[in-house]
């Protein structure tokens, strides 16, 4: 990761920042004595040396902080949940809080330790899943800032980040960055369905939107090595001198290699059954082949592990060894980086059965280093890397037989089918490189910028603009739909009532005798009464201008009296096909149309189905009938052609020439017929201030925008402030 972020160098001044990790005094004895609480006038010398001489610059965390937050919610929550480990261990919740407010409190320092020196034109690039938070934490001292946030973990799908607690923090701390990278595909996938099945936004194949108009880029970045850098270590004397020794050392045999922290994710002990395995199956290859293992890891659950690799180990050399040979040779420590090169330059094969892995760079690693021996790969098909690594062996680290045949496989291919493979593994490593991975990340995050900066879609709206027409005014037209405008949009149909403080406002804009206040609503009668009737002197006007209640009256007209409405069987019955197939859909009877909700269903599943079902009426019964399908906000509805929000703008403004302000507001499709009317008959823009409320890249004819209904509410309270 470093060797690639140091490649920017060359275009860009680069600084790092970091936690210090333990700080330790320098003695004379081989142990350094840790120090628990540093000076304030060390701290300024520390950070003034590493920064002129590194450009790193240091944060020192004390050691609480650093329990709860690495030991503790890193480790212990979010690390096994994203390798696809579910806790098994119940608690009362008091620990898991308390490292909560530790990650917390910690990414909040970073945060604040970037705003405090970030300048306009910066790039900040946050690294895994440790500072999670910090991306939307950045965003509230800095709107405007550049963020990029790679995740070096896996990412699991959505049923099992669900089980998460803070899955909704994490998520929205996440969101907060203009583009995150993972390693592979389906990783991103993985993120993207979360994000819309537990944030409920809308999301493409590129990126998430959110709900205050964000657009979060998302990307896959395979993470490299430096092939060169490797290649030339393994050629100078003391790495070849070593390649040597190692095949002195086993004359007559085949090498296999493995390198693996030892955790509960990278397969140490499956590998070695399944060596196990291969030794009992084929037994023409006991004594002809040797499995070095190394291994590294120091934590409690490590020491665990470590003792159960030990003991199976001795169970294989016990079983298939002899006093003059041990088929398993088992190396729990750090070796020199020369050891390591040429162990890797004298295997025969390799094999990594990792059940869940970000990156194994160590699988790179070796195929640079085989570029003389073109040794297989034997590779788990559930790690990172196996998406890159086409030409690899692939096995089922749980499939102990199959791994077995893979390794007889390996040992017996022909030289020719080693060279084909090698090649093209060789070729991807050298191509994909650690600097190729930096510099496609840091590429594609300012063109997601710069598509967002300068963006051609509707600007927000300017109250410098609006407060001072609105304020002139002698006759105002202020027009509102309701979902989404006036309230947020509600899985539950009848739980959208709006705020106690929305009423206010609009009780205090219907107060003004300069104003005629309409709501301009899909909803029907009784729900606009129940909700909006104490309003005096509003305008209502339900299920898309099909009927209107006229401020000061009591009673209901119905537009379309007229009109026949036996098509509503037709829709009907195509609605209830696709609402028994859709677990968590319903229909929405309404006076003068027809609504198919899908909101409380599978996200997914819920737009394929309406989709199918918008697709069936255009073909099969819209030109038969005259109807027209509206898209709504996870739904449809179907209603006469005559009847939109359009027409009621028509009719309320027909007759009043004495209008000078209009504000119109809305949030979907059906609020374009209010806005194409408006742009019609009203040609001064300072006139009419028509509004869509919601994410940037949606497609209007509005002339201005708002991110959320909370704005609304601000700009309300504004004019009538």
Known sequence: MYGGIHSLEKDWDLFYIGWTGQVHVITDEVDNEPIQNVEHEEKERISQELQNTYQCIPLFIDSESVEGHYDGYCKS?????????????ATDGRLEIQQ???????????????????????????????????????????????????????????????????????????????????????????????????????????????????FCHVGTFTIGIDPIEIESRCKEDSVLSKIEAVRAMYPGKKIIVGKDKIDL?????????????????????????????????????????????????????????????????????????????????SADAAIITANRDGMNTASLEYVVCQEGRHGPLI??????????????LFVNPWDY???????????????????????QMLAHVKSHTSSHWANSFIHVLEESIAVSEQSSHTPILDLSLLLPQYRQAKRRLLCFDYDGTL??????????????????????????????????????????????????????????????KYPGSTRWVNVLEHLDMSWKHDIVDIFTYFAERTTGSFIEHKRCSVAWHYRLADPSYGAFQSKECQNHLENSVLSKLP??????????????????????????????????FILCCGDDKSDEDMFKVLKKLISDEHLAFSVMIGIKDKKTMASWRLPAVHDVLNTLNLMVS
Not at 401 to 423: F, P, T, Y
């Open 487 to 548: 309230s947020v949009n509600s899985k539950i149909s009848g739980s959208a009532a709006p705020s106690l403080a929305m009423i206010q406002v609009l009780q205090a804009l219907c107060d003004d005798s300069r104003n005629e206040v309409w709501v301009i609503s899909g909803r029907d009668e009784a729900t606009l009464d129940r909700w909006l009737g104490r309003v005096n002197g509003i305008g209502l006007s339900a299920e898309h201008g099909g009927f209107i």
């Open 265 to 345: 994710v990278k397969g140490v002990l499956q590998k070695l059954a399944a060596f196990e395995t291969f030794l009992h199956k084929y037994p023409e290859w006991r004594d002809k082949v040797v499995m070095i293992q190394l291994t590294v890891g120091s934590t409690n659950e490590s020491a665990r592990l470590e003792l159960q690799v030990a003991e199976h180990v001795g169970l294989i050399n016990n079983a298939y060894g002899s006093l003059e040979f041990a088929p398993v040779h088992h190396f729990h420590h750090q070796i020199q980086l020369d050891d390591y090169y040429a162990l890797l330059s």
């Open 77 to 89: 929550m979010l690390w096994p949940l994203l390798h696809y480990i579910i806790w098994d261990n």
């Open 627 to 660: 109807v027209e399908v509206l898209t709504g906000v996870k739904s449809l509805e179907v209603r006469p052609t005559a009847s939109n929000k359009g027409e009621i703008i028509k009719r309320i403004i027909a007759g009043q020439n004495d209008i000078d």
């Open 100 to 214: 909560w407010e530790a990650y917390v409190a910690v990414n909040r320092l970073y945060a604040q330790f970037v705003s405090d020196i970030y300048e306009e034109g910066d790039m900040v690039w946050v690294h895994d899943y440790h500072l999670l938070l910090v991306p939307s934490m950045i965003r509230e001292y800095h709107p405007k800032a550049r963020i990029g946030l790679f995740v070096h973990a896996p990412f699991p799908t959505s049923e099992i980040f669900r089980c998460l607690p803070k899955r909704r923090e994490i998520l929205k701390g996440m969101i907060g960055a203009n583009l995150i990278g993972f390693q592979t595909y389906a990783y991103s996938r993985h993120f993207i369905s979360t994000c819309t099945r537990i944030l409920g936004y809308t999301s493409t194949p590129d990126g998430v939107s959110c709900e205050n108009g964000h």
């Open 379 to 392: 590779l788990s098909e559930l790690t990172g890397t196996a998406g890159s690594l086409s030409s690899a």
């Open 401 to 423: 037989v199959g791994v077995a045949k893979s390794i007889n496989d390996a040992l017996l291919m022909s030289e020719e089918e080693k060279i084909s493979r090698h090649s």
